[in-house]
């Protein structure tokens, strides 16, 4: 219930293709789903968020679709770049709780 | 751009022995978090606390672990007797707000290598 499951595990893409990257969740009390970027040595870092209430949220390159009907969001990195070679998490939390709960992980490698 | 800073980058530590990992939070943060990594897997929530309380914590939090904030700004980790399966990453993290509201700011982590 308190899993967020996360996929592909790992993912090469080629410059300036798509990088897509899936996650899905049981808990319906969940109200917030962040992606957060982390490269090498550092810590994680918050990418772009959502919550249910809407189906899709964009920041430039970066697009969260959301289907809550399925209990599942995405991540759409378009015109992906080197520089977007990162681990990326998905996450969640629920209203009025401190913690957020992580996915695995994707390691998306982008070849030049 | 303020950040949360950690130390030290990487402990090494005898299974058995206590260690402290210190955390200096965003200035006018208030909410702060231990989360940690073990290697190849997710990241985990480990503590919050507010108001030099703790308010919430995970079933890894358990009396080998406590924390503090001993000053006005650092927040400690301590682990009581390390074990192997301490062996991980650990961040912090801090927020302007808690329960659900605020992003949280994540620090670089210190690696805990326990032998």
């Known amino acids: 219930q308190q899993q967020v499951k996360q996929s592909p595990q790992s993912l090469i893409v080629q410059k300036g293709g798509i990088s897509i990257i899936n996650c899905a969740y049981e808990n319906t009390a969940f109200d917030y789903f962040p992606w957060y970027q982390q490269f090498p040595g550092k810590g994680p870092a918050l990418l772009i968020a959502?919550?249910?209430?809407?189906s899709e949220k964009k920041e430039g390159r970066f697009t969260i679709s959301f289907n809550k009907s399925a209990k599942q969001f995405s991540l759409h990195i378009m015109d992906s770049q080197p520089g977007d070679s990162a681990t990326y998490f998905c996450?969640?939390?629920?209203?009025?709780?401190?913690?957020?709960?992580f996915g695995k992980g994707t390691r998306l490698h982008i070849l030049p | 751009e303020p950040e949360v800073t950690q130390t030290p980058s990487h402990q090494v530590t005898q299974m058995g022995q206590e260690v402290i990992l210190r955390c200096v939070p965003i200035s006018n943060h208030l909410y702060f978090y231990w989360y940690r990594q073990i290697l190849g897997q997710k990241v985990e929530f480990l503590v919050s606390f507010y108001n030099n309380e703790i308010s919430e914590k995970s079933e890894i939090f358990d009396d080998q672990f406590s924390v503090e904030r001993p000053d006005g700004s650092n927040f400690t980790l301590k682990i009581r007797s390390t074990k192997l399966e301490d062996s991980a990453m650990y961040f912090c993290?801090?927020?302007?707000?808690?329960?659900?509201?605020?992003?949280?700011?994540f620090g670089p982590g210190t690696r805990l290598t326990v032998l």
């Open positions: 993290a801090s927020s302007v707000g808690g329960s659900g509201i605020g992003t949280q700011y």
């Open positions: 996450a969640a939390r629920r209203n009025r709780d401190d913690k957020i709960i």
């Open positions: 959502i919550r249910p209430d809407v």
